[in-house]
């Protein structure tokens, strides 16, 4: 899986760190996020989504290429964290599919990894037929 980088706030900087060298996530096949998203097939989410950005967001996974996947990565992503108002939206979900929920405020660079490891099992369990 090639990620591409979509770091809004702080979930950000724990995400290079889990790219970063202590961590790694090379040892897993992902060398470099892609800043296109035609070359990547995995979007990591991470921070708060401003209503403003949600458009943005949304045709971004609508260029990368089938199959694809989302991590929604941190409280904020995932379910509008501390911010209950109306300029943040109240999970990534309601933009984008999500298939994988990485909790905390920020998660670690472990429980991405771990996120990460779920979404690998994951696929390894689909079809090429269900990416049609």
């Known amino acids: 899986m090639w990620p591409m980088l979509f770091g809004l706030a702080c979930c950000a900087i724990e995400m290079m760190g889990a790219q970063a060298s202590h961590y790694d996530m090379s040892r897993f096949g992902m060398e470099l996020m892609r800043a296109s998203p035609r ?5 990591i989410v991470a921070g ?23 991590i929604a990565m941190g409280d904020c ?3 509008g964290g501390i911010f209950n108002n ?27 990894i771990d996120g990460i490891m779920t979404l690998h099992e994951k696929v390894k369990g689909e079809k090429i037929a269900d990416w049609a």
């Open 39 to 43: 070359q990547s097939d995995l979007m």
């Open 48 to 70: 708060r989504v401003a209503r403003k950005m949600g458009p943005v967001l949304r045709q971004l996974y609508d260029q990368m290429p089938d199959p694809k996947w989302v």
């Open 77 to 79: 992503a995932s379910c």
């Open 86 to 112: 109306y300029a943040i939206v109240q999970g990534v979900d309601e933009i984008v599919p999500v298939d994988v929920y990485v909790a905390g405020c920020p998660p670690r660079p472990e429980q991405l």
